[in-house]
Structures are given as structure tokens and as C-alpha cells.
């Protein structure tokens, strides 16, 4: 598994205006910018990727997964 394939995962699982993965083949580094995550708290939001990555994560294709997620807005903000 690579990034582009997880970064299609869950790009395919959730609307995301913005998805970057980087990783070295087991342990995963993800920001995910999704109005999915409106009014959610961080484990919510974390909950909702990892589902887009269920059947990875259990045959350990995908080990570790760590990740920072942002609404639109958040996003815009963290830009200036």
C-alpha cells in the first residue's frame, strides 16, 4: 500500500476538499480537510477516516495511521 492508494481510500470514502498522506509503507501521516467534520470532536472525525480504511487496517496493510483533520474553515485559518 502507498500513499496515493490510502490518499484514494479515503478520498473515496469521505468528500474531502483537501487529503495528503505521507508514510514509509506501514506507519502513516494524514491531513484531511472535510466539511464532514463540522460540529465533530477530533475522535469523531478520526473515527469517520478510519472507516474509509477498515478492511487496511485490519489485515495491518495499513498499521498506524496518525492524522490531523480540519473543517473548511479550520483550513482557510490555518493557511494565513
Request: aromatic share 8%; net charge negative; proline share 4%.
Amino acid at each position: 500500500m502507498n500513499a496515493e492508494q490510502i490518499q484514494q481510500l479515503i478520498a473515496a470514502g469521505l468528500p474531502c476538499e483537501h487529503v495528503q498522506v505521507e508514510g514509509d509503507g506501514r506507519h502513516w501521516f494524514a491531513v484531511i480537510v472535510s466539511a464532514q467534520f463540522e460540529g465533530k470532536r477530533p475522535i469523531a472525525r478520526h473515527q469517520l477516516v478510519y472507516a474509509t480504511l477498515d478492511s487496511e487496517m485490519q489485515s495491518e496493510a495499513v498499521h498506524a495511521l496518525s492524522m490531523r483533520t480540519f473543517t473548511p474553515a479550520e483550513w482557510a485559518a490555518q493557511a494565513r
